[in-house]
């Protein structure tokens, strides 16, 4: 059933209210609550029993915001309709506030308060704390997803340095490799060239004693 009846008034002077239900007394139960409030500028919350209703009351300065709902309704959200009521009446007001008749914003504010304790009955969301909690929640997962996010980066991150260090370490060995191969190539070379060219003198070697009829070459030196 949520929030039924709702009231705000300075001192014992209502200035508006308005009840869900047509059959009830709460407007005097609200009137003897309120004759029993201190008076004075000291603020306060308190919650009152009566039958299966409980009123539940929002004094700040002079300006007291009241409320009956259904006992099953808790405390919570009460107290959070009131506190809304109570900001919506000041914003609206301001300093008609001290001066102003006997339901003299009740027609226009009536209206108001009905819409706030439709809200504040039947929509989810005007819980503060579930919907702060909802909220937290999603954040938590949204969190949860951007670590995984982030550690699946960091596996991919590792796997790349790995791959980084594997693919240096293959780029050193290749490169010693390919020193090892060009020295040896030239080593090759060398000798190659170094048996020619000692053939190549024995060859001459050989056709000069010939024809220097020696191995001496004397004929050929004189």
């Known amino acids: 059933m949520g929030i039924l009846y709702g009231m705000v008034a300075r001192g014992l002077v209502v200035l508006a209210e308005f009840s869900s239900v047509a059959q009830t007394n709460a407007n005097t139960v609200a009137r003897q609550i309120l004759d029993k409030i201190p008076r004075g500028n000291e603020d306060s919350n308190s919650s009152y029993s009566h039958d299966r209703y409980i009123f539940h009351v929002k004094k700040t300065d002079d300006l007291t915001v009241l409320c009956m709902a259904d006992d099953a309704t808790g405390r919570r959200i009460p107290f959070e309709f009131l506190e809304d009521i ?23 504010f009536s209206r108001i308060m009905s819409q706030q304790m439709d809200h504040f009955s039947n929509d989810p969301n005007a819980d503060r704390l579930n919907r702060l909690q909802g909220e937290m929640s999603h954040v938590r997962s949204v969190m949860i997803d951007n670590i995984d996010k982030v550690l699946q980066r960091g596996d991919r991150l590792a796997l790349l340095v790995e791959k980084t260090s594997t ?42 004693a010939l024809l220097c009829r020696g191995p001496s070459l004397h004929s050929c030196l004189k």
């Not at 040896?184 to 056709?207: C, D, E, G, P, S």
């Open 86 to 108: 109570h900001q919506r009446f000041v914003k609206t007001y301001g300093r008609a506030i001290h001066t102003s008749a006997p339901y003299a914003m009740n027609e226009e």
């Open 167 to 208: 693919l240096q370490g293959n780029t050193i060995r290749f490169r010693r490799q390919t020193q090892r191969f060009r020295n040896t190539q030239w080593w090759r070379n060398f000798k190659l060239k170094a048996t020619l060219i000692l053939f190549l003198l024995i060859f001459i070697y050989t056709v000069l």
